[in-house]
T-cell receptor, first 112, second 117 residues
């Protein structure tokens, strides 16, 4: 089966850096995705990792270690608008249609 | 990025009625679409995988006779909630996989909020 763990909540202040961790267990790993979801809205794609290492994309970076079943999303220069839920999702090629399996999400609150 | 639309955005219906939700990929062809359900403060739960021209694959615990999925074309999938009950009230989100995009990334529709009275 699959299991994805991430912290439930995190808080940070404007301008700071925050790291959201995600650990996963899956039988047919085929990529890890991070999505951002604001309350009442659909998730929007942030990043994708399939090989080990760091992927940088502006203020957001994502890291993957396949041997450890571990990823993190790094958010720099935090802004109030970054307050949202961040979803870690794993693609499993054993899953029909290679659907994404989501973690429960980490709610990030950014204060001034 | 690719655009996925969903209609309606929200719907309120009486218990026992059926509701149809449409999911369209606007600027790409999606052979595979996915339907998720999200309850308040919880994560997305995959309901089913919809494949164009074939039957949907349902996740364990999801009643296929209650949640009817039709993927009639490469740009349209529909989810019909039949004989809806208050416990079916939820946020329903579809996604479509863009085979021409980065790593077959899934793009999500804006979601449909269903309230069953």
């Amino acid at each position: 089966g699959q299991n994805i763990d991430q912290p439930t909540e995190m808080t940070a202040t404007e301008g700071a850096i925050v790291q959201i961790n995600c650990t996963y267990q899956t039988s047919g790993f085929n990529g890890l995705f991070w999505y951002q979801q604001h309350a009442g809205e659909a998730p929007t794609f942030l990043s994708y990792n399939v090989l080990d290492g760091l992927e940088e994309k502006g203020r957001f970076s994502s890291f993957l270690s396949r041997s450890k079943g571990y990823s993190y999303l790094l958010l720099k220069e935090l802004q109030m608008k970054d307050s949202a839920s961040y979803l870690c999702a794993v693609r499993d090629h054993n899953q029909a249609g290679t659907a994404l399996i989501f973690g429960k999400g980490t709610t990030l609150s950014v204060s001034s | 990025g690719a655009v996925v639309s969903q209609h309606p955005s929200w719907v309120i219906c009486k218990s026992g009625t059926s509701v149809k939700i449409e999911c369209r990929s606007l600027d790409f062809q999606a052979t595979t679409m996915f339907w998720y359900r999200q309850f308040p403060k919880q994560s997305l739960m995959l309901m089913a995988t919809s494949n164009e021209g074939s039957k949907a694959t349902y996740e364990q615990g999801v009643e296929k006779d209650k949640f009817l999925i039709n993927h009639a074309s490469l740009t349209l999938s529909t989810l019909t909630v039949t004989s809806a009950h208050p416990e079916d009230s939820s946020f329903y989100i579809c996604s479509a996989r863009d085979p021409g995009g980065l790593a077959d990334t899934q793009y999500f529709g804006p979601g449909t909020r269903l309230t069953v009275l």
